[in-house]
């Protein structure tokens, strides 16, 4: 008697071994460097044959830009979009995003941290697409942080004569250095210390 042909894979099980690659991915990314991820290295890390991963990806490259995605998607669950739902837009959304940024860190939605900061440093002189994306990434919050400093120096929420550009730089700074200095030293104090440094520089007080 002849045998039924084994099914093909469903689309909805490749995107489910998509995602729970580039999940693993972006963990894995957060410790090891993005320039560490390979197609054998998530096959260990995920049971799943080298074969259906190259299938899924193709190259280290698409690989590691999918990942990027993955990680942005994450930073905006778990980051953007709660202060965006909880603040209205102006000082009090800037303090929300800060907040956001601050607990993703102390959660460790990433074991190594924040990804991005991760990431922008080790890719930080290495032209290429993957340097390209992990920019322009990094540009959009940076972009996100200014727009809300704008607003609410436009609606006078801060002091006549602050300068947008400048505060969300320096609150940009203050995050991002507080994830180094918890992930290096295993320090989650400093992200108490950053929280009343991010309220100082919006007007709240310690």
Known sequence: MATSPSPRPTRAAG???RARITGTAAELASIEGIDGLSIGRLADATGLAKSSIHALFGSKEDLQLATIDAARDSFI????????????????????????????????????GCFFVGAAAELGSRPGRVHDEVARVQRQWADLLEREA?????????????????LSFEL??????????????????????ARSAVRRALGYGA
């Open 150 to 166: 704008t607003t609410a120096v436009d609606s006078g929420e801060l002091p006549a004569g602050t300068d947008p550009q400048q």
């Open 15 to 17: 995107d489910r071994n």
């Open 172 to 193: 940009g700074v203050i995050l991002a250095g507080t994830n180094i200095v918890s992930v290096l030293h295993d320090d989650l104090g400093a992200v108490e210390r």
């Open 77 to 112: 669950a778990e980051v953007v979009a709660p202060a965006l739902a909880a603040a209205p837009p102006g000082r009090d959304r800037l303090l929300a995003l800060c907040e956001g940024f601050l607990s993703y860190v102390e959660r460790r939605v990433f074991p190594g």
